[in-house]
């Protein structure tokens, strides 16, 4: 479903869609609110421009597996927000896709949920990508583009890896790394250094560049 309106558009739905919704795509300046009584389930949602009003009424996920981009066109496109957390569906062993695909600097937000781990983070976007809360990554950190800035937050790779195509990691006096897990990891140079490095991760973690840090 595509929403490209030329006015605020409103998804009114009163029944029960099954499975779910595979692809929600918003591309409205003006914004899409969905007025439903039940929450609509979706696999994927896609950023596109615009924002979600009423997002907590859509379940994300088919039950292991759901993905949320903002912006798009080869990052030509400024990004939509949600205004509120969606609900997920992503059972005990989530695999929760965040792509950030833009032009214009851009910070996460509700996107990332506050207890449940992000599979696969990865920012494309030279203009910057900068977190606004916490997140755990469970497989991928990957920095295709511009300078990922952790910011006053806490990154924790769990068995996870990052990985730094064309992009950068930006830290200061109140940004904090961690690794946990077993599997082997290894630790870029993080611009500005860390507040605190914390590792409880029996693989190891090796570092490829000078790193300081501040705590």
Do not use: C, H, W
């Amino acid at each position: 479903i595509y929403f490209a309106g030329s006015a605020k558009q409103t998804f009114t739905n009163s029944g029960t869609i099954t499975p779910r919704i595979y692809n929600m795509d918003i591309d409205n300046t003006y914004g899409v609110t969905i007025s439903s009584t039940n929450n609509i389930p979706v696999f994927r949602v896609n950023l596109f421009d615009g924002f979600i009003t009423n997002s907590s009424k859509l379940t994300i996920g088919d039950g292991q597996t759901g993905v949320v981009q903002r912006g798009g066109n080869q990052g030509n496109l400024a990004s939509g927000y949600f205004d509120s957390a969606p609900a997920l569906n992503l059972g005990t062993n989530p695999n929760l896709y965040l792509i950030y695909y833009t032009a214009l600097p851009i910070t996460t937000g509700y996107e990332i949920p506050a207890s449940t781990p992000v599979y696969y983070f990865r920012s494309v976007n030279i203009q910057g990508t900068t977190l606004n809360s916490n997140v755990t990554i469970t497989n991928s950190l990957a920095l295709d583009s511009g300078k990922f800035d952790i910011a006053a937050n806490t990154v924790t790779i769990n068995n996870g890896a990052i990985v730094v195509g064309n992009g950068t990691i930006s830290g200061g006096a109140t940004s904090n790394l961690t690794f946990t897990g077993s599997t082997a990891a290894t630790l870029p140079n993080i611009i500005n250094g860390l507040n605190n490095l914390t590792i409880n991760n029996s693989g190891g973690v090796t570092m490829t560049a000078d790193n300081k840090i501040i705590g």
